[in-house]
């Protein structure tokens, strides 16, 4: 039943793809504002190198015992060049608008 109502909140604000839209906003602002460690993390760059997939999509509780802070959370893994740069993680609200992300380095 929670599976259900879960998967059918994920279809209908299409996270799985705006997780991925919002990472690559992200990521041209990184590339942009970040310009030296951008070189740095990611030499030689070329967008082909680049690939992003979804590694897992959760649900989280929040504001424990009162569950009043819920969120869908999706964790997009990142390989540059075959190599693994670590993780973009995206928060949902049950109304599926962004509240939160964030990147972790490897």
Do not use: A, T
Request: include cysteine; charge should be negative; glycine fraction near 4%.
């Amino acid at each position: 039943m929670i599976q259900e109502k879960l998967v059918e909140i994920i279809k209908k604000y299409d996270i799985e793809k705006r997780s991925i839209e919002s990472f690559w906003d992200v990521f041209g602002y990184y590339m942009q504002e970040e310009q030296e460690e951008f070189q740095y993390e990611f030499p030689n760059y070329n967008k082909d190198k680049l690939k992003v997939e979804i590694k897992k999509i959760s649900y989280k509780l929040g504001n424990w015992p009162y569950c009043d802070y819920n969120h869908i959370v999706v964790e997009l893994k990142v390989f540059f060049d075959s190599k693994n740069m670590g993780n973009y993680i995206v928060y949902f609200s049950l109304d599926g608008e962004i509240e939160d992300d964030y990147f972790l380095s490897r």
